[in-house]
Structure formats: structure tokens, C-alpha cells
């Protein structure tokens, strides 16, 4: 076991047809494959052979039929869990690797823009002896990179209460003395703008660091085809 | 839209706990800029004797000059009177969408006792500075509840301090900026 633990996780269902909503305008296969390979890029960005992270996967217990080949990956073992009970999630999944390690990161897996060396220095963030959070935060506030170096319930608390609002958050956490690392504008792709967002990151040369040709052509695939949602 | 922090203080004088608190804000609540206001008397301290507001607005700009987002307003000063903060927050709301009200931890419990508080709260965010040492919540009532407390770096710098030392003939070395040190000198400050 390692000292830094990372969790990525979904929020929501995304590969079972019956309960995965649509992204915007996509159709319901499109948006799955948005979904699955904005997570599978993180798969790929994480699982390296020099690692000094435990890594826990998690997909939604509804996905648990629906897992497609692209998802079947050697040594990879998912967690399947109800992502629609946070507080169960939280409190009773992760409940012993949060205490076993000394510094944790959950990561939303629409988050596009962050490998392993990336995530190696969100961890050195925490890597102090104070109580301290780090948090990444999207233009809009909306968290998701939430690190933490000392477990506590309340704080999850918050974190759900405030549906992962930064400033929502913050005004719930006035007893903690958690001193706060902040990383801000990450990119989450949740709606059409940040769609076009992920186009525009992905036409840099600076994005092979975090996704590879091989996922750059997933992507382009769905560039080429919502073309008209681009401009 | 512009986001800023409007900081107000007696600034006697600034310190490097004051400019460390300012940052972690500033990046904690993603504010374009800090706004420091010096009071001409804080309704806090009327009893209290400061030294001139021109010394401490020379000196706030002096340590304020080079940081492209910190800066400093002598709208409190140039009134002449006691320094109300609603007064204040009306006056820069004019000019700026969205303030965060940044207050010292313990103004957050003695909030119920300033001049139009609820007016305040519909105006700006209240923004508590905590540190580690702060003591417990003393109570909470709604103006607890509005505001965001924000957890900042621990340095535990006191204006008092600064202006004891001086009186006494002490260093303030590393407690203040250079430039602000030097001003002190100059103008013989807290020397009385």
C-alpha cells in the first residue's frame, strides 16, 4: 500500500442505456462515448508502471452489466457502488482506504487536462503536516478535485450538502481548520461550452501530455461528428 | 464580472500578516483583487489613538506598489468621519458586481452591533478570517451563518506589536515591508 490513494469517480451512471442521460444534444450512444472516453484517458494517464498512487476506480452498480470491452483492462478492478448516495459512498466505500492513507484525492471523471505527474503534485500539496484540503474547481465552481491529507465525515457532509459548489462549500466548513490549497479552472466537460472547450485544449500540441493519439482519435471522432455544436 | 475583496483596517501599520492574509483570500474566493481601505476612525476604535491617515495611507501604498492585485482606496479617509462600512460597500458597489467583505474573526460575533448589518449582508459576502488559533464559535446566529470563514496561513503579526516595538526601540525586521520599515524610521512613527 501506498501513501497517496486516488479515487475517480462518475457521479452518475454512464454506460447502462436504460438510465445514462444524454449529453446536450449527443445521442445516448454518443454521449456514452464521450463519458467513456473522457474516463478511460484517465485510466490510461494513471495506470503506469512506476506508480506511487493507489488507484480505485469506480463505475455506478447500475454500469456493472453494461461493461464494454474497452473497460475490460488488465489488473484494473472496479469498484461498483450507488453513485447516487454520496454519503454512503464516502462514509462506508472508501471508509478504510481514506484512513489507511495519508493523503487521498477524489477526481471527477469528466476531468480532462491532468496525468500522473500532474496529480504527483497535487499530492505533494497535501503532503504537509497541518490538516489541509486541496480542492480543484472548474470555472463555474463546480469542484472536481477534492484532496484531503485527514479524513473526517463532516467534511463530506459538506461536500455533499454543497452538491460539490465551491462557494457553497466553503461557507459550510466554518469549524474546520483545514488549510485550503485551491486549483483553479479545471476543465470538466458537463455541458456543450465546455465540449468546445475540450476541442480547443485538444488542438494544442501541449494536450499529448495528457491524452494520447489514440484518445485524441476517440475524441475527433465526436469533434467531426458534432461539427455544428462547435462553432 | 469583477470580483473583488475590500479589506478595511486601521493599517497601523501594515504588516506582512495583513499582505499574507490578503493572498490566501484572494486565491481561496478567486477575486480579481484585493481592495485595502484604511479607515479614518474606525467606529471599533474611536477611543483609540492612531497616527495620522496620510502615514498610513503612504505607507499601505508604499507595500501595496508592486503587487498588480492588491490595491488601496482612500475613500474611508478623504470622508473625514467614522468609517462605516456600509457607507463604504455602497460607495464601491457602484463600480464593482460582486465584494467579498473580508472581517477580522472576532467582528463576525459583535456583526449584530454595526450600522445596518443586514444591508451589509444583502451588499456583500462576508468573509470571517480564521486562523488555527481562533477560538471556538462563540455563538451562531444568522450573520454566523451568512458568512464564509476562510481558514488563512497562521502568522501571527499584531499592528500593537509592531508599534510597541518601535516605542521600545526593538527590530520590526521581517514583521513589516522593508519600504514600510523604512517609513516608519523616517517619520519618526510610534516613537511618542
Same mark, same amino acid.
Request: charged fraction near 25%.
Given at each position: ?13 454512464? +454506460?447502462?442505456? /436504460?438510465? @445514462?442521460?444524454?449529453? *446536450?444534444?449527443? %445521442? ?5 462515448? &464521450?463519458? $467513456?472516453? =473522457? ?48 454519503? +454512503?459512498?464516502? /462514509?462506508? @466505500?472508501?471508509?478504510? *482506504?481514506?484512513? %489507511? ?5 477524489? &477526481?471527477? $471523471?469528466? =476531468? ?120 | ?192
Amino acid at each position: 500500500m501506498h501513501n497517496n490513494a486516488a479515487y475517480i469517480i462518475p457521479f452518475a451512471s454512464f +454506460l447502462n442505456p /436504460e438510465i @445514462l442521460n444524454a449529453f *446536450e444534444n449527443f %445521442t445516448l450512444e454518443d454521449s456514452k462515448f &464521450l463519458k $467513456s472516453s =473522457l474516463y478511460l484517458n484517465l485510466v490510461e494517464n494513471f495506470l503506469t508502471e512506476e506508480n506511487k498512487t493507489d488507484y480505485y476506480f469506480v463505475l455506478d452498480e447500475c454500469d456493472r452489466d453494461f461493461i464494454t470491452d474497452d473497460f475490460k483492462i488488465e489488473k484494473l478492478n472496479f469498484h461498483f457502488a450507488d453513485l447516487k448516495n454520496q454519503n +454512503l459512498l464516502f /462514509e462506508n @466505500l472508501f471508509f478504510k *482506504e481514506f484512513n %489507511t492513507h495519508k493523503n487521498n484525492i477524489i &477526481l471527477s $471523471s469528466d =476531468l480532462i487536462g491532468i496525468n500522473r505527474i500532474e496529480l504527483d503534485k497535487y499530492f505533494n500539496l497535501l503532503n504537509i503536516d497541518d490538516e489541509s484540503l486541496l480542492i480543484g474547481k472548474s470555472k463555474e465552481g463546480v469542484i472536481g478535485v477534492f484532496g484531503f491529507n485527514s479524513y473526517s465525515v463532516d467534511i463530506f457532509n459538506c461536500l455533499v450538502k454543497s452538491d460539490f459548489n465551491y462557494n457553497a462549500f466553503l461557507s459550510c466548513i466554518k469549524t474546520f481548520n483545514h488549510f485550503i490549497h485551491t486549483l483553479n479552472d479545471i476543465l470538466l466537460i458537463k455541458n456543450i461550452e465546455h465540449f468546445k472547450q475540450l476541442y480547443i485544449e485538444l488542438s494544442q500540441k501541449k494536450s499529448m501530455e495528457y491524452c494520447s493519439q489514440q484518445m485524441h482519435e476517440k475524441f475527433t471522432h465526436l469533434f467531426i461528428e458534432y461539427k455544428e455544436l462547435l462553432k | 464580472m469583477s470580483k473583488v475583496g475590500l479589506f478595511g483596517g486601521t493599517f497601523d501599520p501594515i504588516h506582512h500578516g495583513h499582505l499574507i492574509t490578503a493572498q490566501s483570500v484572494k486565491e481561496l474566493r478567486t477575486l480579481d483583487k484585493i481592495i485595502f481601505v484604511p479607515a479614518f476612525i474606525s467606529p471599533h476604535k474611536q477611543h483609540e489613538k492612531a497616527s495620522s491617515a496620510e502615514h498610513r495611507l503612504n505607507m499601505l501604498r508604499l507595500a501595496l506598489n508592486d503587487i498588480p492585485f492588491f490595491e488601496c482606496s482612500d475613500f474611508e479617509i478623504k470622508q473625514h468621519t467614522i468609517s462605516y462600512t456600509i457607507d463604504t460597500l455602497r460607495e464601491f458597489k457602484k463600480y464593482f458586481d460582486e465584494i467579498d467583505l473580508i472581517i477580522g474573526y472576532d467582528n463576525i460575533f459583535k456583526f449584530h452591533t454595526w450600522k445596518e448589518p443586514n444591508e451589509i449582508l444583502k451588499l456583500a459576502n462576508v468573509i470571517v478570517l480564521k486562523r488555527k488559533s481562533s477560538h471556538p464559535l462563540d455563538f451562531v446566529d444568522k450573520y454566523v451563518e451568512a458568512a464564509t470563514f476562510v481558514q488563512t496561513r497562521g502568522i501571527e503579526i499584531s499592528a500593537t506589536d509592531i508599534r510597541n516595538r518601535v516605542h521600545q526601540g526593538l527590530p520590526i525586521h521581517y514583521l513589516v515591508p522593508k519600504i514600510v520599515e523604512n517609513y516608519i524610521y523616517e517619520h519618526k512613527l510610534y516613537k511618542a
